[in-house]
């Protein structure tokens, strides 16, 4: 199906900048992102006539309800979309459509950038449909916009058609996805739903329900700086110790070398002198034991770091993120089933490899709301080469409804 206001209601969100911010020490990370939920998503959700449309400060959360219209038991479905961007520019984002894609490449506004279907092999899929990209020196902001204009246009169209019958159904729309902390204060009991899906994915087909497990961690190097004329058997150059602790990580695991089912290690931020250094790093496996197993090789290195100093001249901080959803949503496959279902339906074959990646639909499964993750149309996301394609939002917004419907027939 077509949904006339779901372009015009796209390009509108992402002009918004609402990047998070993974340094801040408020919550939301950023101010920006509550006043998109609060003076963009809200008002559009009272306009459409949602009921208990609301802003919930623990959570970070904008809520909304589309109340059942059939007179059965039907288990709640929940539905959410994050509203913040990642951390690429943001600021005066210039949206251009291009209607009737030729299979060329695209120039990205007046810049020296272009979208090259031999770089990005994906574009060859969508000759002759409307692709969506940003001007160059932007994010586009898909990620995750897409999602909520899509959440949006279903609220939107189940509303202009009673005809087509359905249990409750909860939205949320939530901040901070992109640094790993927009769940984190979820209030599941008051969201009141029996299950979710997020709707933050790449092109058509592509159904999540297994992920990595997480974690994160940093070093604090502190070095002795003195003169280099005399700094033999003297100095402890931190940039140094840092680059020696890196080597020490097996060289081959890291993003640029690993696929499928293979984890990592990977450096995401560097800084120091002679005197000290900063390091931080994530860690990624599809196996718990492989991310357990990952983190005391960590351990072990610096221990022998520092027992080679005689000092505990490396000080690590790691905390885990967020598990593997496939360890608990197996025993849950009704709600991967339901999505299945739906995207036959609509005539798609689901794509169901993990995604190397996680969403807050993992940190909510394991706080007792199962939560896969189904496509939003999302293309190359986090960056200046960004594009999203409007019939593949289309398509996410007949896969949602068709689950909607799927669920009510499932009625006592």
């Known amino acids: 199906m077509e949904y006339p206001n779901l372009l015009d209601r796209f390009l509108k969100y992402v002009k918004v900048n609402s990047r998070s911010d993974e340094y801040s020490d408020r919550f939301p990370s950023t101010e920006r992102q509550e006043k998109f939920q609060k003076e963009v998503i809200m008002k559009d959700l009272e306009e459409l006539g949602l009921s208990d449309v609301h802003y919930n400060q623990k959570s970070g959360c904008v809520i909304a309800e589309l109340p059942a219209n059939i007179d059965a038991d039907v288990p709640v479905m929940g539905l959410l979309a994050h509203c913040d961007t990642a951390d690429f520019n943001a600021e005066n984002v210039r949206p251009i459509v291009h209607e009737n894609y030729d299979g060329s490449k695209l120039r990205l506004g007046d810049s020296d950038f272009y979208l090259d279907p031999e770089v ?65 204060h979820f209030d599941v009991d008051e969201f009141g739903a029996d299950f979710a899906y997020t709707v933050d994915g790449e092109g058509p087909g592509k159904l999540d329900w297994g992920t ?15 003169h280099p004329a005399v700094a033999k058997g003297q ?41 000290s250094a900063h390091a931080e790093y994530i860690i990624r496996d599809f196996k718990r034991e492989g991310l357990e197993s990952r983190k005391a090789l960590v351990k072990k290195i610096v221990d022998k770091m520092n027992e080679e100093f005689k000092t505990d001249r490396i000080k690590l901080a790691m905390r885990d993120q967020y598990y593997n959803m496939a360890d ?85």
């Open 212 to 226: 990595f497990s997480a974690a994160a961690f940093s070093i604090d190097i502190q070095g002795v700086n003195v």
């Open 328 to 412: 608990v949503l197996k025993d849950h496959m009704d709600v991967v089933n339901l999505a299945r279902q739906a995207y036959k339906n609509c005539g798609l074959t689901p794509v169901e490899d993990p995604v190397r990646g996680g969403t807050d639909g993992s940190q909510l499964t394991y706080m007792g709301l199962p939560c896969p993750n189904i496509f939003a149309g999302e293309e190359n996301m986090h960056g200046r080469f960004e594009y999203t394609v409007l019939e593949s939002m289309y398509l996410a917004c007949d896969v949602i409804i068709e689950m909607i419907k799927l669920n009510a027939q499932s009625a006592k």
């Open 235 to 275: 100095m402890i150059n931190a940039m140094q110790v840092a680059i020696d602790f890196h080597n020490q990580l097996p060289q081959s695991e890291r993003p640029e070398h690993t696929s499928g089912d293979q984890g990592f290690y990977h450096l995401t931020k560097l800084t120091g002198d002679v005197d």
């Open 120 to 184: 990005f092999p994906n574009m060859k899929k969508y000759v002759g449909q409307t692709l969506i990209t940003a001007s160059g020196d932007t994010l586009l902001g898909g990620d995750d916009k897409c999602g909520v204009s899509e959440l949006v246009t279903v609220a939107e169209y189940l509303l202009a058609h009673p005809e087509i019958k359905h249990g409750k159904i909860r939205f949320a729309f939530t901040p901070d996805e992109e640094i790993g902390t927009g769940v984190t």
